[in-house]
């Protein structure tokens, strides 16, 4: 034997330390023993309790539409201690051929993310608030987003929702940032005045304009109440008549209406107009 070891380490260049671990493990269990053994250690010092494993798969039984966030919530309950992480629970559940991988709701491809390709194509504004600051002064926020890389580039802080102090904070944003390509807010007063009759351009617009920013607008509020509503009187407008009928329709107060602050200020109600008419279709016939 003393003999065939050199012989072994020169011919099948094996070392000396693997050729006495072979006849160890010959002595001990003959040519069976010679064969591949697992290396997986003895034990995990972190690894998930057995009583835990148990409990999760119980849970899970019992409700199989809980996820991993809700399997650590319910064992939070139970008092378990100390609280497997969602990971530890989700390879437990895979551990234990309860859940498939494979099986995951796939991702609708008709589905398209709604962001711009680069920074600086596309920023989100809206005035937001009221916070009420120490001396009892309720203040706004005029807030803008990059619709790209989700970078906040407007925080400003304003008294009162007014074209003049909106514009003051569009202008801060634009000499710090540089001028964008486009800005989306809603069809507030303070940011255009494209659906005013007639309309006209506010100063929002007008700076975007002059700088060469598109401005694109959300699509319009419409309740489908006052549809309806306008749909069935006929009506086209405020204390108006529909067209051809000479009556006037009032103003009628609901009856749960009570004292003067629920009505509506004269000076804010929008006169409506008669739409224009082609010459020669009547208009001579049109009501005062």
């Known amino acids: 034997m003393a003999m065939v070891r050199p012989l072994l380490r020169s011919r099948h260049g094996v070392s000396r330390q693997t050729v006495h671990a072979w006849l160890a493990k010959y002595e001990a269990g003959g040519l069976d023993g010679l064969g591949d053994r697992s ?11 057995a009583e835990v494993e148990v409990e999760i798969a119980r849970l899970w039984f019992a409700h199989p539409s809980w996820g991993p966030r809700r399997l650590v919530f319910e064992l939070e309950r139970l008092g378990v201690d100390p609280v497997p992480g969602r990971t530890s629970v989700y390879r ?5 051929n309860l859940i498939d991988p494979a099986a995951r ?9 709604w962001e711009r390709g680069a920074p600086m194509e596309l920023w989100q504004m809206d005035v937001v608030g009221g916070f009420v ?18 970078f906040c580039v407007s925080a400003h802080l304003m008294t009162g929702e007014t074209s003049q102090k909106v ?13 964008l390509e486009a800005i989306l807010t809603d069809n507030g007063k303070v940011f255009t005045g494209r659906f005013n009759q007639p309309p006209v351009e506010v100063l929002f617009d007008r700076i975007c304009r002059e700088n060469g920013i598109g401005h694109l607008l959300t699509s319009r509020d419409r ?3 006052r549809a309806r509503s306008n749909a069935s009187t006929g009506r086209s407008g405020p204390n ?18 009570s004292g003067s602050r629920t009505t509506t200020p004269t000076a804010r109600t929008r006169r409506w107009k008669w739409p224009p008419q082609p010459s020669g279709s009547g208009a001579k016939n049109r009501p005062t």
């Open 39 to 49: 290396h997986r250690p003895g034990g995990c010092p972190h690894q998930m309790p």
């Open 92 to 96: 437990a559940l895979l551990r234990l």
């Open 105 to 113: 709701r796939p991702r609708d491809r008709r589905w398209k993310r």
């Open 133 to 150: 600051l120490a001396d009892g002064t309720r203040a706004k926020v005029l807030s803008g987003v990059d619709d790209h890389s989700r």
């Open 167 to 179: 514009c003051a904070g569009l202008g801060k944003v634009l000499r710090a940032y540089g001028v």
């Open 223 to 225: 309740p489908r109440r």
């Open 240 to 257: 108006s008549a529909p067209i051809g009928c000479s009556h006037r329709w009032p103003r009628r107060r609901p009856s749960w209406m």
